[in-house]
């Protein structure tokens, strides 16, 4: 398939994971590529080379707007306008609410919510101006409410307010915004949650499969393929909606 020729991506969050997938799977299908981390993305940009595909790597803080202003300046100078947006960044910093410091607290929201304000609104102006545009944006199952994440939790349901409202301000110029709330996905994320309650990360997608109606956990490649089709114009008439990728749990 080649639903990206000729469309400018940005997916931040991209050296690994979900972020990383969706970079390849939108490159693999014809978009030149903005890959967006902390740390130069290095792998994700191998990964797409070998797969004949077309990208280049930006070192982006998206807490910080000047850092992610002069990012999308230098992606519409190297690549093009971008019509595309994955606001995938996110860190975790758990614990129980009655000890979870301020710190952690602000950290994520200022990643996983803030950022997406930041990279968001820089990106919208490009759309906005040529009349087209996709933004997809991550949220989590856990915005549903998870024991020791009241930080990610609430930056997560952020997003699907974000999502519906910007779904509201930017649909007449033609630009679709929705969100993803995955499940357990095998990441180093989750690798990282399993750590936290004393499990191996097999252990623990083990005990996440088996309460699963689909019997396993999800990979990144799973959801990228879910980001992939709400990117393109076979969405071109949903907007505003946040589409759950968890095997069925509830």
């Known amino acids: 398939m080649d639903r990206f020729t000729d469309r400018i991506a940005v997916v931040t969050g991209a050296a690994q994971g979900i972020g ?3 970079a390849l799977r939108l490159a693999i299908e ?3 590529v903005a890959v967006l981390d902390r740390n130069t993305p290095e792998d994700t940009l191998e990964q797409i080379d070998r ?4 990208a280049r790597g930006y070192v982006c803080d998206v807490t910080d707007r000047d ?3 002069s990012v999308f300046d230098r992606i519409a100078t190297d690549l093009g306008d971008p019509h595309i947006l994955v606001n995938n960044a996110g860190i975790t910093r758990d614990d129980l609410f009655f000890r979870l410091a301020e710190d952690d607290w602000n950290a994520v929201l200022s990643v996983n919510l803030t950022g997406v304000y930041h990279c968001t609104q820089v990106a919208q102006k490009y759309m ?4 087209y545009g996709k933004i997809v944006s991550l949220s989590s199952r856990s915005a549903l409410g998870n ?4 930080n990610y939790a609430a930056a997560k349901a952020g997003i699907q307010g974000l999502t519906a409202t910007l779904a509201l301000e930017l649909g ?8 993803v709330a995955p499940g357990y996905i095998a990441t180093a994320m989750t690798a990282a949650t399993a750590d936290r309650v004393g499990m191996t990360p097999e252990d623990h997608q083990q005990s996440v499969a088996e309460r699963t109606p689909l019997g396993r956990v999800g990979q990144p490649e799973e959801v990228a393929a879910v980001i992939a089709f709400l990117a393109s114009d076979e969405a ?3 907007s505003g909606q946040t589409l759950y990728v968890n095997g069925g749990a509830r």
């Open 172 to 179: 007449p110029y033609n630009i679709n915004v929705n969100a």
């Open 20 to 22: 990383a997938a969706t």
């Open 30 to 32: 014809g978009a030149a």
């Open 128 to 131: 906005v101006a040529q009349r």
């Open 236 to 238: 071109s008439y949903v």
């Open 147 to 150: 024991r020791g994440q009241a």
């Open 67 to 69: 850092s992610v202003q």
């Open 51 to 54: 797969a004949g595909g077309t």
